[in-house]
């Protein structure tokens, strides 16, 4: 499948092959709210990710997309719809134990299916890793080009450690 296929959505090519682990990704449930946080909670204290609440996480859990590996959650994702159809794609994590299993892939594919789904147009996320989401077909624009919408809950970047990056997938 090329990036044209698949509206520019590209496979990153980081999917593991089969082990005897059991990994899948789903949608998030109510109980999974304390992993999402302890899974975030890393990238918050390095001030990688903005920090969620327990409150925010349940009353948008439809939105969330969590990682399973051997029944522990391991990694998570949201979509947040600002309507007009503009979407970002946030929260985007995967604890280091689980690295190179490509369940973040899995992560950003179940986003982008759900975000076509909904009949978004425009995908967003703003990253310090900007390659990442460059494998699987975003393209990066300047942080003047996003929407003022998509800054609703920003800390300003420059209180955050390094330099974010906006990357935007046309669906």
């Not at 999974?32 to 001030?47: K, M, N, P, S």
């Not at 892939?105 to 989401?133: C, K, Q, W």
């Not at 609703?152 to 209180?159: H, I, N, Q």
């Amino acid at each position: 499948m090329t990036g044209d296929e698949n509206g520019g959505l590209r496979l990153a090519g980081t999917i593991a092959p089969l082990t005897s682990d059991s990994s899948y990704v789903r949608r998030a449930r109510e109980r999974d709210v304390d992993a999402i946080l302890r899974v975030i909670g890393t990238y918050v204290e390095q001030h990688v990710l903005l920090p969620r609440t327990r409150e925010e996480i349940l009353e948008h859990i439809d939105t969330w997309w969590v990682s399973d590996l051997n029944g522990e959650v391991v990694g998570c994702a949201a979509l947040r719809d600002f309507g007009g159809g503009l979407g970002e794609l946030r929260s985007l994590s995967v604890v280091a134990e689980a690295h190179g299993r490509g369940l973040g892939e899995s992560l950003v594919h179940a986003v982008v299916r759900d975000a076509r789904r909904t009949g978004m147009t425009r995908l967003f996320a703003i990253t310090a890793n900007p390659g990442y989401f460059a494998r699987h077909g975003f393209t990066e624009l300047p942080m003047e080009g996003v929407p003022e919408v998509l800054h609703v809950d920003r800390v300003p970047w420059p209180r955050r450690s390094g330099a974010g990056h906006a990357m935007e997938l046309a669906l």
